[in-house]
């Protein structure tokens, strides 16, 4: 009682003194004690509520990868937007980009593209070859593999990585431990095949495969190998998604019943309708190799080979590329797998003239919708694209009790009718409006991004994260995650079984979209049907 009288006596006195020094400005004097009480409330109440929601507090701690052991030598195959940026992750960019990059930085202080790459873990790899079937992106990625001094033009240059004209030739090469696979998804099924026979550990870029047998092929080859497998969804590295599954771990949204994702772009860009390179001709590209997989071959085409997303004899658009996103962030926040069924609607409703196209149009859709049921879990998953409106809509994942928006970072709200968050609604400790939990990694300045389409992977934390409240590239830790495991032995986030599980799901629903009817997974006999 006696500390309980202290207490009392103890904020008596502080709220006498506010008071007192205040009293010489009546009207201000009042705001400002209103303001400090609002405050001390507001306090008391999200204590209580931390209390009672059991987060984890604080961002995750920066671990460097281990690279004890001997040096892994790496193999890269397709060495264009995505490969350059997978080349640039495990440590390796051409001088030239380097030196731009310190250039701007000397105009803008705000740009961090070289401090942020120098502050990448040293991962003790070598790229000793690459392929390319277009010389210029070859060449490029010789002068990075070079570049071993992480330097701008003038600073040291090693002994740069050969070149093959051919996967094959590079897959019986005694000097190559693993390959990252880049190409269009047309290969990557062959090429990941080869490799893990040939016993090098696979990287490959999602999407997985382009067609379903290619799902059960990949798997099957990856499973009688020892090699190590890593899809690359460098979302595995997102913080945000991270404490998504530990708020979902401590049944924070009670019983969830529908998930909301979504891709919405509006450039060119962002629709896959990349620029054409001036040097591209049919003495630069080899186009027969390239179009070797395919079942009807075509002329030489520098849109399908640059823009080759947009048809269906490379890629599964909006099904394999971005929806498979969405798909992975969501299963490693819910671990819900392969749904029962899919459907898919949707067209080319915006690029649909020549307008973009110089000798014909695209035919993979620019809206796409997909609606995959999990009766065994009780909830649906719905995703929805549009290449041609940018506003911003976060994934959202919503249960009985409450709902979660995720993107680079992640806000819960409690839900007015929740049976769970109840007696604290009614009690005005939780205000439906108002979120009960936020999470957003923190940062200093105002981060300086450089295009439209860099944003939106931004914003949806697949461009990078935060370590130790240090910004990371997502796709560095993914690959180191990848050579770690390489070194141990052990299995990384985004291995051959959650690829399976990516693999069949977007399979269902291209399969949807293509026979217009709804498609079925039979779990026992592991059937599309």
């Known amino acids: 009682m006696a500390e309980k009288g202290n207490s009392e006596k103890g904020n008596h ?17 009042a705001f400002a004690y209103g303001v400090w009480r609002k405050r001390r409330q507001d306090h008391i109440r999200n204590h209580r509520l931390a209390k009672e929601l059991n987060m984890s507090s604080g961002s995750l701690e920066h671990n460097p990868y281990k690279h004890d052991g001997d040096t892994i030598r790496l193999g890269i195959v397709g060495l264009g937007i995505r490969g350059t940026h997978l080349t640039k992750a495990a440590g390796f960019v051409p001088p030239q980009t380097i030196q731009e990059w310190k250039d701007a930085a000397e105009k803008d202080s705000r740009d961090k593209r070289y401090e942020d790459f120098l502050q990448q873990d040293d991962l003790n ?16 990625a010789l002068a990075a593999s070079a570049n071993i001094g992480r330097e701008g033009t003038g600073g040291t240059i090693g002994t740069s990585a050969k070149r093959y004209t051919t996967y094959q030739e590079m897959l019986a090469a005694d000097d190559i431990d693993a390959v990252i696979i880049a190409t269009p998804d047309h290969w990557h099924a062959r090429i ?9 550990h696979v990287y490959v870029e999602k999407g997985f495969t382009r067609t379903l047998e290619e799902v059960y092929a990949v798997r099957e080859a990856i499973k009688e190998s020892d090699v190590v497998f890593q899809l690359g969804h460098q979302g595995r590295q997102t913080e945000s ?8 771990e401590k049944n924070l949204l009670g019983k969830i019943n529908l998930v909301e994702v979504c891709t919405n772009r509006n450039s060119p860009n962002g629709a896959w309708v990349y620029d054409i390179h001036p040097d591209a001709n049919g003495q630069t590209v080899d186009w027969t190799q390239f179009e070797e997989p395919c079942e009807v071959k075509h002329p030489f085409s520098p849109e399908r080979f640059f823009r080759w997303r947009c048809w269906w004899d490379y890629g599964t658009g909006l099904s394999g590329d971005l929806l498979t996103h969405e798909y992975d962030a969501i299963n490693q926040i819910l671990g819900m797998g392969i749904p029962e069924s899919a459907i898919s609607s949707g067209g080319v409703y915006f690029y649909k003239d020549k307008d973009h ?7 993979v859709p620019d809206i796409w919708n997909t609606v995959l049921e999990y009766p065994h ?3 649906t998953l719905m995703y929805s694209a549009t290449l041609a409106n940018n506003r911003n809509r976060g994934k959202m994942i919503m249960g009985h009790d409450g709902s979660m928006e995720i993107g680079n970072s992640l806000q819960i709200y409690a839900c007015q009718e929740s049976t769970r968050y109840k007696e604290k609604i009614q009690g005005g400790l939780i205000d439906p409006n108002l979120p009960i939990y936020t999470y957003i990694p923190g940062r200093k300045n105002v981060d300086s991004v450089a295009t439209a389409t860099e944003q939106y992977f931004a914003s949806r934390g697949l461009l990078y994260t935060y370590r130790g409240g240090r910004r ?13 495991s390489i070194r141990e032995g052990k299995q990384p986030s985004c291995n051959i079984d959650q690829a399976f599980e990516e693999g069949i799901t977007a399979a269902m629903a291209t399969m949807a979209y293509k026979e217009n009817r709804m498609v079925s997974w039979d779990r026992d006999k592991e059937q599309v049907i």
């Open 125 to 140: 790899v070598e790229v000793k070859g690459v392929c390319d079937l277009f010389d210029i992106h070859a060449e490029r």
């Open 357 to 363: 196209f110089v000798n014909e149009v695209r035919e």
């Open 377 to 379: 879990l009780d909830f």
């Open 13 to 29: 006195m502080n709220r006498r003194d506010v008071l007192k020094g205040l009293a010489t400005v009546p009207v201000l004097g």
């Open 241 to 248: 998604y991270i404490k998504a599954r530990e708020a979902v």
């Open 472 to 484: 990371v590239d997502t796709t560095h830790l993914h690959i180191a995650e990848w050579i770690e």
């Open 192 to 200: 990941a095949i080869d490799a893990a026979r040939a016993g090098k």
